[in-house]
């Protein structure tokens, strides 16, 4: 991972997401599955995400993203899961069909984080640094 700057900052924050189409329908083939890879990849380069990875299988998708301090996981969440399914559901009428009208994806999703030290280094930084 690559160390990022802004006007005030220096960060190396990377994030892992995972989500499903509502009912785990598998929906994400072919041409779906290709626009699915790269509405998420304009949408981080218009908003200033770096996309260190994409994948997806039929049914769901994992993304690994870096991105500024100023975005939350979860908005970070909220615009790729909002903008791919406004844009998937447009153009595409067979995830609409088998997902519904109103919404692509499911509300809930996975988000982790990854970073070049554990918990227990920065513990143990944190600790030492006492009282010096």
Known sequence: MQNGKTRWTHYNIAY????????????LTGEVQAETKHLIGKWCERHGL????IETDRDHVHVFV???PRFSPAQIAGLLKGYSSKCLR???PNPKKKCGKDHLWTQAYYVGTAGNV???VIRRYIEECQGK
Not at 16 to 26: C, T
Request: glycine fraction near 0%; charge should be positive.
């Open 66 to 68: 870096s991105a500024p």
């Open 90 to 92: 447009e153009k595409f």
């Open 16 to 27: 892992r997401f995972v989500w499903i189409p509502k009912y785990r329908r598998r929906v």
């Open 50 to 53: 770096t996309l260190l990875a």
């Open 118 to 120: 554990s918990a227990e």
